[in-house]
Antibody, heavy 121, light 108 residues
Framework: EVQLVQSGAEVKKPGESLKISCKGS????????IGWVRQMPGKGLEWMGIIYPGDSDTRYSPSFQGQVTISADKSISTAYLQWSSLKASDTAMYYC??????????????WGQGTMVTVSS | DIQMTQSPSSLSASVGDRVTITCRASQSISSYLNWYQQKPGKAPKLLIY???SLQSGVPSRFSGSGSGTDFTLTISSLQPEDFATYYC??????????FGPGTKVDIK
């Protein structure tokens, strides 16, 4: 079964660092881009950035450039999203998703279950 | 950046109704448009890709159409399990994606 399994919920204080993970299985992890999507409480989906685990080529949304770091360890089929200094406004659900090419249109076909990050003093 | 808008932002409908949701791009995106369904507490699910192609396993009551800047998602006969929020997403810009703000479909 093709799946992405994300790490568990986190509760952090402002200023702390954090790294959450997304582990792929059931397919060739190095052959598909993995994207990250933020969903703030009660709000819509925001695309944050994407990485190609095969060579770690990474792209960011202008809105998130410099705010987060996306990385991957292909040896363990895992992608990461990290913050160096969390803010309360980082409180959200974070999803990873696999990108596939369908009829010349890139789409996110497999999604992780989400990781809830709560930042509060 | 390509901006996406959706209308309406929410709608109330009954089981069996035909429902249409509109998505508009700020510039032409050809057919590089996908639709997702998200139920409360769940991850999004891909419904339609390339504007009109049905993702495997998705019921045929869902259909998509459009090209250029204007797109529609239609549910031909709304079922109880279809009450959810629907998002469009453009993939025209290479590896620079944008989601629409979403349309919530709830029970009348």
């Amino acid at each position: 079964e093709v799946q992405l399994v994300q790490s568990g919920a986190e509760v952090k204080k402002p200023g702390e660092s954090l790294k959450i993970s997304c582990k792929g299985s059931g397919y060739s992890f190095t052959s598909y881009w993995i994207g990250w999507v933020r969903q703030m409480p009660g709000k819509g989906l925001e695309w944050m950035g994407i990485i190609y685990p095969g060579d770690s080529d990474t792209r960011y949304s202008p809105s998130f450039q410099g705010q987060v770091t996306i990385s991957a360890d292909k040896s363990i089929s895992t992608a990461y999203l990290q913050w160096s200094s969390l803010k309360a406004s980082d409180t959200a659900m974070y999803y990873c998703a696999r990108l596939v090419l369908r009829d010349n249109s890139d789409a996110f076909d497999i999604w992780g279950q989400g990781t809830m990050v709560t930042v509060s003093s | 950046d390509i901006q996406m808008t959706q209308s309406p932002s929410s709608l109330s409908a009954s089981v069996g109704d035909r429902v249409t949701i509109t998505c508009r791009a700020s510039q032409s995106i050809s057919s590089y448009l996908n639709w997702y369904q998200q139920k409360p507490g769940k991850a999004p699910k891909l419904l339609i890709y390339a504007a009109s192609s049905l993702q495997s396993g998705v019921p045929s009551r869902f259909s998509g159409s459009g090209s250029g800047t204007d797109f529609t998602l239609t549910i031909s006969s709304l079922q109880p399990e279809d009450f959810a929020t629907y998002y469009c997403q453009q993939s025209y810009s290479t590896l620079l994606f944008t989601f629409g703000p979403g349309t919530k479909v709830d029970i009348k």
